[in-house]
């Protein structure tokens, strides 16, 4: 049985005005510029307003993917959303973005992987248009994960920044079709990076509040460990499923966490750092926005052209890894 192949159509972000500096975190947590950059490569990162919730930044992003795509939001088949920061603990995010859109016909649900979850989105939505399914798939990743941090504990809340990135995919027109994807995911290290409070096993009440359990909780040096050791190895993986070599890669596209962590990605692929797109000095870690993010300015700024063969890579909670091979 034939699989019809697909292709992403249309990209699209959007980003708070609101914009924080890492000089203005020097005056509320004991860090300085310096400190920031030299080990990360932050300069600043931009923060949704009291009233601009994950769902508002996602269908902003959307509306520009659908706009690029020449599709109309009436034309979706399906929704999905990927999100740590959701408007709600349910029903999906993907819904209220389907509502704001005028989506009416899609299907609409989440997808919970952290920051690899646009490109786990992204692999379902293939797997529902190569199945015929779905014609068209909105694909949106985006994370208000300023109200989840905790803005006295330096060590994370230097990291992460807001925003939203959006992909259109639907069947083959020739151009942004997807090669492969590799997904991967290894539950045993779930406490390494994660939300202790706001589920079943830790339900709010005064006393998780008051512990502060309902924000992000990350061990910082493994997951640095883990994310240089499979950033590399996921985006192999993928290049070789597509049948590519390392060199014939034109523009590799990481997850935006820390700039030594690309840097050792790009050395195990072998690639020079003028193939690798990096905005993390604007954006921080937008989590499951920020290969969308990504992706969608590296086009705009005319970084990928007609045939050239792109690599999404990121990693994320639970712990998990996915990447994928474009050919534009």
Known sequence: MSRNIASILGTGSYVPAKVLTNAELATQVDT??????SRTGIGERHIAAAD??????????????LAKAGIKASDL???ICATLSPDFPWPATACLIQRKLGADKALAFDVSAACSGLVYAAAVAEGLIAAG????????????LSSILDWS?????????DGAGALVMGPSNGRGVIRSMMLGADGKQVEKL????GGTVCPASVDSVSHKLHFLKME????FKFAVKIMGEASASAVAQAGWKPEEVSLFVPHQANIRIIEAAAKHMGLPMDKVFVNLDRYGNTSAASVGLALDEAVAEGR?????KLVLVAFGAGLTWAATAIEW
Request: charged share 30%.
């Open 304 to 308: 990928v052209k007609a045939g050239d």
């Open 32 to 37: 300085t510029d310096e400190w920031i950059r």
């Open 133 to 144: 399914t779905s014609k068209y798939v909105l694909v949106v990743g985006t994370e208000k």
């Open 52 to 65: 601009e919730h994950s769902s508002d930044m996602g269908f902003k992003a959307a509306e520009r993917a």
């Open 77 to 79: 088949d399906a929704v």
């Open 153 to 161: 504990d330096r060590n994370t809340c230097v990291l992460f920044g």
């Open 194 to 197: 994660y939300q202790p409070g």
């Open 220 to 223: 910082g040096k493994e997951v």
